[in-house]
């Protein structure tokens, strides 16, 4: 029997990513399909392993050819497909096929009879997580069968092969081929086949995982035959539509085309050299040249403007354009009142008015909700509105008004009072308009909402709305939640009523609700059958009825629903609007038979729970108090204990959740020296030791606390306190928690990771008792919630809302230039790694500058309050007003890292780069023209080098790739690092023996130092990076735990958290201040490639290399300044067990690299001396 399915995937040289992308399509639960796998001539090992693919399943075949790129590869796979399959699909080698994407894809054909089916497509970023592809996010955000892009228009977007199943007929029908020797090859074969086929299905689910891969053809645009190739794809297109459809077709492709698949490359222009940038001018011309001057007039403001640019060949007033517009999106100023035209700070030259004309999208109403809270009964509200890219006006000129709006028709108005609102600026992203002028707040009396008892009416919906009308424009819509991101709770003015706010997708909504069933009590009791149950109890009105009652539990996400009966009481009162007591009985077992297949232990399954009457109503029962504790053991799901638990959803309804133990916070408030209370209830195993974690939210960066629990299991309770202002770190001290969300979890000790981590939840009870707000240190910290019932802890930035935000760093570098002509102040500015610790090579000339006694002030950079300062320096935080007044008047300045592109070195004064490490790595302008080349950057260097009156040397070597590397041709002062001076200090052992007391490491204990540099392809959000560890901790532990200590270092810029066995052998010294101190007391180094080996060298012990990823970061990503191969001081240990055994020996393991090692310190450490910080703070005065 034929294959129902066939799959061509092109294999080159995927070695790494194939056998994840085959076993996807394996596991595929459509079993009916041949997956043709197109060798292409690679050079690595993915032949061998398609063929091991082919060789066990029969479904798999191998076709070799030799390299003719991936069109080419494709034709081939279809020619060798089965000529009786019914479907044909395409997957590029390196990416991921979700099971059930066949499924899907060719159920909804089969279904409908349509010629393709498409699908949602996410991106598998390089640290594993799945992100929603923006290409796809609007043309696949619904399920529609059997559509059609000339009614679709959204779905030209949908221009990848791999995300779809084509009917073979309508394929064979067409005669479609890859174009061969082209890059971008999917554009004319799928949207051609988008609108010959008859109709197709469009799938919302995700059928495709697109891996991001550094040096991929999406990942590097800028080059000539990228924009050479795209633009001749989309005229062939062009050429497709006006033979074929119609004009308004070939109008809308052009259309979005200049806004997609051209932006795509013109965005890229400042990464472009000159060849790619010409290039680009060169062939969208020729484009535009066949496209009607009415599709360019009708393209966004901003759009219009670039290809304007682009027409007249004015590349540098583009690139400026094209900079500013990622700074400040969507931002200009307006000028004229009745024909409005904007203007652009970057433009030197005329443009016609027909280009710069202001449209009603250009000038939006920008509207956010920031607080929504209940206060002596009424609903209090309070945000801000203008109209962007005008400056908000005051008085008169301004009118603004809010309202909730209910259907059409209905329309209650509310008073609006004008505030100021700072924030409304910094969160702006422009810095040209101030709208600090345009807070609001209103209030909602709850009554003028209420339904009658005895109406028709169970509930009305209101959405809130706001208007701003200014200069002849009115500007209305409903305000963005996304600043207020959790719901009010609700409230019962009464027995009989309810005031439910809800966060409805980016709104609020306001339900009035009439109560018609509440929950009164639960108990355990026994279901009829005799076997354990929970027994609810609570009341409803009479007009309910009382017969044929039953109880319903329905899974949130799958639907699934099962009854119990209800028993009412008797009626004794005439009144519909009078109440009732009933009773169900909700057996356990019902629960477990209910629970999905797949439940594991993390994973909670909810259940709504109506009543539900004969003829199909349902009818929430409301919650009106604290639910009364009370968890019933349920069985385990996998090895984790599990609940029932009853509590209160978002909308005040009794919910019911078969749900992993939790604890239930039931106190979290400040004490009077300002310390986070939380208290509550966690019915776990006494035996197991708990702690408490604080996770950030965006940059997963933890901070842990102890834990006091008392009580027995069914009643257990634990209480924890902290200080968020001064959490205990790495080598003593303690700093702020840093700016953010930080969420709250329960972990078991030792866990090996976060998995089994249990979210500290905030029963409905409290709920009324947030947010809570506390300033500690100048900075304010709020406790509130999140998704309904997840403890949170809000940090306040450091700085203040005038010095955040474009604005504001604009008018303080205006304030920096005219600070620069005032009188130099007798200061030393240091700065470590832009403030982040007070370590390194400029902490050792601060030393040394204390040392002498010189009287001069001693100002240090902070970001975010992270670096603990000594005595005697101030701390200026990084961004600050003070920071920028810093920069213009201290007379000397100290530092490791770049400083901003805009500071200006002026007469008198003296700025000092250390920079931070001896160049292993490339860096700067050895990294032009490879995939890693930041261009924006690299055309910065010459001009921040004019920033420099010196720059330090660590080794003769350095001096050469340093001035090379940052166009430096000023004074280099070859003195050795500051930062090695401990090694040649008299007191270093003294030093080392303090480090190891502070870190708490037993005597006798010998100290491995594991300290991996950060890889650039694994990004994370706010500038960090994941670690990628693959070192086993567990296998070093069970091998080395009983004599060794493990500390992990991270980069500065790497986070998250390390496996932790609790035992002690891993120590996590991330935080620790000075790298230097760590490597004093170190046995043994074992890193990649790391700039610390050179530091490390001169202690002269072990140094083990684990390179598990040598090739890919020498030809990938930033390669290396020499062959560090050849000269490297120790073993390249690619494996975890390799690492591991030579670590049993560092000694014996290295001893074949003594010449190697004598040859790495000759090169590398033969200017240091102990006198480093000497020298350089002799030249500094």
Request: proline share 7%; net charge neutral.
């Amino acid at each position: 029997m034929p294959p129902r399915l066939s799959v061509v995937v092109p294999v080159y040289n995927v070695e790494p990513f194939l056998t994840d992308c085959l076993k996807s399509l394996a596991e595929q639960t459509v079993t009916d399909l041949e997956v043709v796998m197109v060798d292409d001539g690679s050079t690595d090992g993915s032949a061998a392993l398609a063929a091991g693919f082919a060789a066990e399943d029969g479904r798999f075949r191998l076709v070799n050819q030799e390299n003719g790129g991936l069109g080419h590869a494709r034709n081939t796979g279809v020619r060798n497909c089965d000529p009786e399959s019914r479907y044909l699909a395409f997957v590029d080698s390196d990416d991921i096929v979700p099971p059930r994407a066949y499924e899907l894809l060719v159920g909804a054909l089969e279904e409908t009879g349509s010629d393709l089916a498409s699908g949602n497509v996410l991106r598998l970023r390089t640290d594993g997580r799945l992100q929603q592809s923006p290409m796809f996010r609007v043309p696949m955000a619904t399920t529609r069968l059997r559509t059609h892009i000339s009614r679709d228009r959204e779905l030209t977007g949908d221009r990848i092969a791999c995300n779809k199943v084509f009917r073979r007929s309508f394929w064979d029908e067409h005669q479609f081929a890859f174009p061969v020797g082209a890059l971008y090859e999917d554009i004319p074969i799928v949207l051609p086949a988008h609108f010959l086929a008859a109709s197709v299905d469009i799938v919302k689910d995700p059928v495709y995982h697109w891996r991001d891969r550094p040096g991929s053809i999406t990942a590097g645009r800028a080059v000539v035959r990228g924009i050479r190739d795209r633009v001749a794809h989309v005229q062939g297109v062009c050429a497709f539509l006006e033979e074929n459809r119609t004009a308004a077709d070939k109008s809308h492709y052009e259309a979005h085309a200049l806004a997609n698949d051209l932006w795509y490359f013109m965005e890229v222009l400042p990464d472009g050299d000159e060849a790619y940038r010409e290039a680009f001018l060169t062939h969208t011309n020729a484009f535009i040249d066949q496209v009607e001057p009415a599709v360019l007039d009708g393209l966004p403001l901003r759009l219009r403007l670039m290809w304007h640019l682009v027409r007249e060949r004015r590349m540098e007033e583009l690139l400026a354009l094209l900079a500013f517009d990622k700074r400040e999106p969507g931002a200009f100023a307006v000028r004229g009142l009745r024909r409005r035209r904007a203007a652009y700070p970057p433009l030197t030259r005329p443009v016609p008015g027909r280009v710069l004309r202001v449209g009603e999208r250009d000038l939006p109403l920008v509207a956010r909700l920031r607080e929504a809270a209940w206060q002596d009964g009424k609903l209090r509200l309070k945000g801000y509105a203008y109209i962007r890219n005008l400056p908000a006006a005051s008085g008169a000129a301004e009118f603004r008004a809010g309202w909730l709006r209910a259907g059409g028709r209905q329309v209650i108005p509310l008073r609006l009072r004008r505030t100021a609102e700072p924030e409304a600026t910094a969160r702006s992203r422009q810095s040209l308009h101030d709208y600090d002028r345009s807070g609001f707040e209103m209030v909602l009396d709850p009554a003028r909402l209420r339904i009658p008892v005895d109406g028709p009416a169970a509930h009305v919906t209101w959405r809130l709305e706001l208007g701003v009308a200014r200069n002849g424009l009115l500007r209305r819509s409903a305000p963005s939640t996304a600043e207020a991101p959790v719901a009010p709770p609700v409230h019962r003015p009464d027995g009989d009523h309810r005031i439910v706010p809800v966060l409805d997708g980016d709104w609020l909504v306001v339900h009035a609700e009439r109560i018609d069933a509440r929950f009164e009590t639960h108990r355990a009791g026994e279901h009829s059958d005799g076997t354990a149950a929970v027994v609810v109890d609570g009341m409803l009105r009479n007009r309910l009825g009382g017969r044929d009652l039953r109880l319903s539990l329905t899974h949130r996400s799958s639907g699934t629903a099962f009854e119990c009966p209800v028993t009412v009481q008797e009626d004794t009162t005439p009144s519909a609007t009078g109440w009732r007591r009933f009773t169900a009985a909700i057996p356990l077992t019902a629960l477990l038979d209910a629970r999905p297949a797949a439940t594991q232990g993390r994973s909670g399954v909810p259940y709504s729970v109506h009543l539900v009457g004969p003829g199909g109503s349902r009818t929430p029962i409301d919650v009106p108090g604290p639910v009364p504790p009370g968890r019933y053991p349920l069985a385990p799901a996998g090895d984790e204990p599990r609940e029932l638990g009853l509590t209160v959803s978002a909308r005040g309804n009794l919910l019911i959740s078969d749900r992993p133990v939790q604890p239930a916070v039931e106190l979290a408030a400040w004490t009077q020296e300002g310390k986070l209370l939380l208290e509550g209830t966690f019915p776990d195993d006494p035996g197991r030791p708990v702690e408490l974690v604080a996770r950030h939210s965006g940059h997963h960066e933890e901070a842990v606390f102890p834990v006091a629990f008392t009580g027995p299991q069914d009643d257990r309770r634990f209480t924890a306190e902290l200080r968020p202002d001064a959490v205990a770190t790495c080598g003593g001290g303690e700093l702020p928690l840093g700016e953010g969300n930080w969420y709250f979890f329960l972990r078991e000790k030792g866990a090996a990771d976060e998995t089994r981590d249990t979210a500290l939840r905030l029963p409905a009870a409290v709920h009324h008792t947030l947010p809570a707000t506390r300033t500690l240190a100048g900075r304010s910290y709020v406790i509130e919630r999140r998704f309904h019932d997840q403890l949170l802890l809000s940090c306040a930035p450091p700085l203040g809302a005038a010095e955040r935000g474009p604005r504001g760093r604009r008018l303080l570098g205006t304030a920096y230039t005219a600070q620069r002509t005032a009188a130099l102040r007798d200061a030393v500015l240091f700065s470590s790694f832009d403030g982040r610790q007070y370590s390194d090579s400029p902490r050792a000339v601060h030393e040394e500058l204390t040392r002498r006694g010189t009287g001069a002030e001693h100002l240090w950079v902070v970001r975010d309050s992270q670096a603990r300062i000594p005595a005697g320096a101030t701390a200026v935080e990084h961004g600050s007003a003070a920071w920028h007044e810093a920069l213009a008047r201290s007379r000397h300045i100290v530092t490791n890292t770049q400083l901003p592109e805009w500071f200006e070195r002026r007469e008198g004064q003296t700025v000092v780069q250390t920079w931070h490490g001896t160049p292993l790595k490339r860096i700067g302008l050895d990294l032009a023209g490879t995939a890693q080349a930041n261009r924006a950057y690299i055309a910065t260097l010459e001009q921040r080098a004019r920033q420099w009156s010196l720059l330090v040397s660590p080794n003769t070597y350095s001096t050469p790739v340093l001035r090379r590397s940052f166009g430096f041709e000023g004074e280099v002062l070859e003195c050795g690092y500051p930062r090695n001076d401990l090694f040649h200090a008299p007191d270093r052992t003294k030093v080392a023996a303090a480090v190891r007391e502070t870190l708490q490491i037993p005597d006798g204990k010998r100290v491995v130092l594991y300290a991996p540099t950060w890889r650039e392809d694994r990004p994370r959000n706010g500038g960090r990076y994941t670690m990628d560890l693959r070192l086993d901790l567990a296998a070093a532990e069970r091998e080395l735990g009983a004599d060794t200590v493990l500390l992990v270092r991270r980069h500065y810029l790497v986070t998250d958290r390390l496996p932790d066995s609790g035992t002690g052998f891993v120590r996590d010294v991330s935080r620790y201040p000075e790298a230097g101190e760590l490597m004093l007391i170190s046995d043994a180094l074992v890193t990649d490639y790391s700039s610390m080996m050179f530091d490390f060298a001169h202690t002269g012990r072990p140094m083990l290399f684990h390179t598990y990823d040598l090739e890919h970061y020498r030809d990938t990503l930033r390669g290396f300044a020499f062959d560090f191969e050849a000269r490297a001081p120790g073993p390249l240990i690619p494996e975890s067990a390799d690492l591991i055994e030579a670590l049993r020996d560092p000694v014996g393991a290295t001893a074949g690299h003594a010449g190697a090692y004598e040859a790495f310190r000759r090169d590398f450490c033969d200017l240091d001396d102990g006198r480093a910080a000497v020298r350089v703070a002799d030249r500094l005065l």
